[in-house]
């Protein structure tokens, strides 16, 4: 098979940015599913109910997203690689949601990437899946993820056997970098 020039050579991706139905922090979305989709990758927006999901910049709204499928209708069998993105009232809601928490669980048995960022982490505390990692998160979850058996450390990115975190919106450069190698690594 011959190339043809500017033609990727990789296989598109599917990278499944889970949400709640508000509370996302903008940035935390918009970033990272850029550099999924600028790449030539598949983003889907997964979230707990259908509709849109309301953004936010810290507490302010911030405009909304459509959402693509719904947590009941998404396994680990339909994407290659998943992102949490946090804000306060999203990953606290989410990690309240079963199907989400299913959908967490299945990627991590499966070796499939998972990454969190800021309060994201939640989410993978309440799937039981931190204990005996490293991890970072936004510094005020430092005592919940050490109480579910995670080694907290405060970088900007820390990967630990497919899950990969990051603490802040300040951390966003190298948590695209670490989701486009995820991406890569899934090929």
Not at 8 to 31: C, M
Not at 90 to 119: F, S, W, Y
Not at 124 to 146: C, N, Q
Request: glycine share 8%; charged share 25%.
């Amino acid at each position: 098979m011959t190339e043809t020039p500017g033609t990727p050579t990789a296989a598109t991706r599917t990278v499944a940015f889970l949400v709640a139905g508000e509370g996302v922090e903008r940035i935390e979305l918009t970033e990272p599913w850029d550099a999924v989709t600028d790449a030539g990758h598949t983003a889907v927006l997964v979230s707990t109910d259908d509709g849109e999901v309301g953004l936010v910049d810290h507490l302010t709204p911030a405009g909304t997203r459509p959402v693509d499928r719904t947590t009941a209708e998404v396994s680990a069998a339909d994407v290659d690689v998943l992102v949490v993105p946090g804000g306060v009232a999203n990953p606290d809601a989410l990690r309240q949601d079963e199907h989400a928490l299913t959908l967490v669980r299945e990627m991590v048995e499966a070796g499939k990437p998972v990454l969190a960022i800021c309060h994201a982490p939640w989410v993978l505390i309440e799937a039981d899946v931190v204990r005996g990692r490293r991890v970072t998160s936004y510094p005020s979850l430092r005592t919940d993820l050490i109480n579910a058996g995670a080694e907290w450390v405060d970088d900007e990115l820390v990967s630990d056997r497919g899950i990969s975190t990051s603490r802040d919106p300040g951390d966003l450069p190298a948590f695209c970098d670490a989701l486009l190698g995820a991406i890569r690594g899934a090929e």
